[in-house]
């Protein structure tokens, strides 16, 4: 059970109607955390940006290599409710259910390739010691493989979905509707 009762579209103000209307209109739907979020309204807005610009504003990053690095934290967050609904993404996106299942032992798996587990690296040592990732090897293999910007990203993502998760645990968002349970 939610701590706190998301803020249905009915009971919203006019200012946090139009913010979930931003939101379902370019992401699709407006999730539980959002919702949520509402009861913040001063971070309502500026969350809710950021999630729209991550979900679908544009990218360094192709979209299946986005969706790897934020359904890998949201793993290695142990958060299910986003695990279920961007698990649904990542297949949408390129990634089959044999990769997905494989995150946990991608470092041996033939499933990815070196640029998809440099990502994968990154996403564990961001979310488990990211003031000590100081392998230069590994910086140089990242730099090799991608650009500044789309590693900045990357840990945008990982920081955001971190953050989310952490709200989700916390205040023990519901889960988001997903076709297999909307009545």
């Not at 390129?94 to 991608?106: L, R, S, V």
């Amino acid at each position: 059970m939610p701590r706190y009762l998301p803020v249905q579209l009915d009971s919203a103000n006019a200012d946090i109607q139009a913010v979930y209307r931003e939101v379902e209109r370019e992401v699709g739907l407006v999730p539980q955390f959002i919702k949520t979020l509402a009861h913040s309204p001063n971070y309502l807005k500026p969350v809710a940006d950021l999630y729209r610009a991550i979900m679908a504003g544009e990218s360094s990053l192709s979209d299946k290599l986005r969706h790897l690095v934020i359904l890998k934290t949201c793993k290695v967050d142990r958060c299910k409710p986003t695990v279920k609904h961007l698990t649904r993404l990542a297949l949408d996106a390129g990634w089959t259910e044999e990769q997905i299942e494989a995150f946990e032992a991608y470092a041996e798996s033939d499933l990815f390739n070196y640029y998809e587990k440099d990502a994968l690296s990154l996403v564990e040592q961001v979310l488990e010691r990211p003031d000590d990732i100081s392998e230069p090897l590994f910086w140089t293999q990242l730099d090799n493989h991608f650009t500044s910007d789309q590693v900045v990203e990357m840990i945008t993502l990982i920081g955001f979905f971190n953050m989310i998760n952490r709200l989700i645990h916390t205040v023990e968002i519901a889960p988001d509707p997903t076709p297999e349970n909307v009545e």
